[in-house]
């Protein structure tokens, strides 16, 4: 299905044609809605080429712009901007066509793409944070869209299971494990005896010693050192299912560092023999001398001791990603201290001639209220699993203020859908790449752009087929009178065009917003329009138009990852 904003892109660059001045000319909806919908500044960047008046070559488009059929006649504004604005029977089709359609009008994609999302990947061996919601939640919804749009996508958990911090957690398990701790809950007891086992090897260094050899020893495939780490990654990865549940997340595979172990020395085989890397002091480096900024920030690939590093696996798995799974793109959802370690993987991956679209998708820090990372009073890190607990008991506080009759499942479930989607959401709802303070109020307010302020839009429509006893009516064509009920119709004609436009530069934020302008929309049409009491076909027109806006309030959600009640 096309949507307003591709119809008449195409009969601008035809315009353009038509009056001999052919031209890739952006038309995008307008800045100012006092204006219209839709603009161009075809007339602008085509005057200050041709050194002509854009007013007068605005007159000469708009003889060959034909949009009589969707448009009032279009007014040339300002220095030269063409400006659209939809009339109302044209709104009413397209809506009426949306209506119908089970994709809400959104097109798929034109070239679609195989793409692994490596996102989340947390460490073993430590409790998933705060900080992981951020990675968690984007990848999550980027993952949801890139699919909506048809990408072929595969989530990926690049899970921290390898690496130096295990010799620690060995020696640990080996010398200070409590059992019966263990048994009541495994992950806090792995992170006791890692904390104390570092306590110590920091005044002790026979245990710091005594640490290394059990990684070396585990290293070397050591029988009861591979026992110990599996069970450690065993129970780690409990912990994070029991978070992913509650959070809505899956994953497709789970291909942790230690995967890659194998293929390491490979890696580096190949990039001594394509020349890519070379022996520097009897360790194996990259040099980027043809890259200023990395000019001076050489990768190890291999370490002088023979041990391999953080890049040599993610080396493996560009070339695992691309080769064995067939990808053509890999996003990294990967917080901004990577930054460079990613421009280094990217490079290389560059010069050994792969040519898959490789992204970082960094993000800002989540901050307490004094603007500081956020931890707890004791300087730890906030676990994830006790935020999100804390989440859905404020929830349900709410809800039982709102409305106390509910049953205790409906409670509980409802507490969850509001308590976790306004975690995401508030985390979504921002740009990126700044960081925010998380506050309880913000995020739970029934009020603003908030999780529960847009699942309550939907509740009231679902109420509305809940006092009809009836379910959405099946008409032709909408009936649009009212300036709220057309600018309602025009929000959800506008939904096809915002989703694909979130991973333009991954910002789900774009489509958060729209969802929060949709839901004022459909307040100010349900307390100007009448709906339930009017006569036909009137009442089946905004019948239809309520429904419209529950799904795509739910769809909308549902690609960021949050659920909608149907009552709260
Ligand atoms: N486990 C890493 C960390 O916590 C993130 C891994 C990101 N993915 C990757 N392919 N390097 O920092």
């Known amino acids: 299905m096309e949507t307003f904003q591709t119809i008449l892109a195409k009969r601008l660059s035809d315009a353009l044609i038509a009056a001999g001045l052919p031209h890739a000319a952006e038309l995008t909806p307008a800045t100012d809605p006092r204006f219209g919908d839709y603009q161009t500044n075809a007339a602008l960047v085509l005057g200050k080429e041709r050194s002509e008046n854009p007013k007068i070559l605005a007159a000469k488009i708009l003889t060959q712009f034909d949009v009589g059929d969707l448009c009032d006649p279009p007014t040339v504004a300002g220095a030269g901007f063409i400006n659209f604005t939809l009339r109302a029977d044209a709104i009413a089709r397209k809506a009426g066509e949306v209506l119908r359609n089970e994709r809400l009008g959104v097109a798929k994609a034109k070239s679609t793409r195989r793409i692994v999302i490596d996102f989340g990947s947390p460490n073993v061996a430590k409790p998933m944070h705060v900080g992981h919601i951020r990675s968690t939640a984007l990848g999550d919804a980027l993952a949801r869209i890139a699919q909506f749009l048809g990408h072929e996508v595969i989530r990926d958990n690049h899970v921290g299971d390898w690496g130096t911090q295990f010799g620690m957690v060995i020696y640990g398990w080996k010398n200070l494990l409590d059992r019966e701790a263990l048994q009541r809950d495994p992950l806090a007891e792995i992170v006791r005896i890692y904390k104390e086992t570092n306590e110590r090897s920091a005044k002790d260094p026979q245990v710091g010693e005594a640490c290394r050899r059990e990684l070396v020893k585990l290293q070397a495939g050591d029988r009861e050192n591979v026992r110990i780490w599996n069970e450690c990654v065993a129970f780690s990865m409990q912990d994070f299912d029991h978070i992913y549940k509650l959070l809505d997340i899956h994953y497709d595979i789970q291909c942790g560092e230690s995967f890659y172990n194998d293929r390491l020395p490979g890696v580096v085989d190949r990039l001594l023999k394509s020349g890519v890397a070379e022996i520097s002091e009897g360790a194996v480096v990259v040099f980027f001398r043809d890259i200023p900024e990395l000019a001076d920030k050489p990768c190890i690939v291999r370490k002088r001791d023979g041990g391999f590093n953080y890049a040599t696996t993610d080396l493996a798995t560009v070339d695992y990603r691309i080769n064995d799974l067939k990808a053509d793109g890999i996003w990294y959802v990967v917080g901004a201290p990577q ?49 999100l607990e804390e989440a859905c008991k404020r929830a349900r506080k709410i809800i039982e203020e709102k409305n106390p009759d509910l049953s205790e499942t409906d409670k509980i479930d409802i507490a969850q859908k509001i308590g976790i989607g306004a975690i995401k959401y508030f985390d979504l709802s921002q ?103 009017l006569e036909e076909p009137a009442r089946s027109s905004r019948l239809a138009l309520c429904d419209l806006a529950g799904r795509v309030l739910q769809r909308g959600l549902d690609l960021l990852g949050i659920k909608v009640p149907e009552k709260m």
Request: aromatic content about 12%; some cysteine.
């Open 339 to 387: 930054i460079l370690h990613f421009k280094q993987i990217f490079a290389i991956a560059r010069r050994e001639g792969y040519s898959a679209d490789l992204r970082h998708i960094t993000f800002g820090s989540i901050l307490r209220a004094d603007r500081k990372i956020m931890k707890t009073r004791s300087g730890e890190n906030v676990p994830l699993r006790d935020l």
């Open 431 to 533: 740009y990126r790449m700044t960081d925010y303070v998380f506050s309880w109020e913000k995020m739970l307010s029934l009020q603003g752009n908030t999780a529960p302020y847009l699942q309550n839009a939907y509740v009231r429509i679902r109420s509305i087929f809940r006092k009809a006893g009836e379910s959405a009516p099946n008409i032709g064509n909408l009936i649009l009178k009212s300036p709220a009920e057309i600018n309602l119709a025009k929000r959800l004609c506008q939904f096809a065009e915002v989703v694909p436009q979130v991973l333009n530069d991954f910002r789900p934020n774009i489509l958060a917003n729209y969802l929060f302008e949709l839901a004022n929309s459909f307040h100010a049409f349900y307390e100007t329009c009448q709906v339930l009491k």
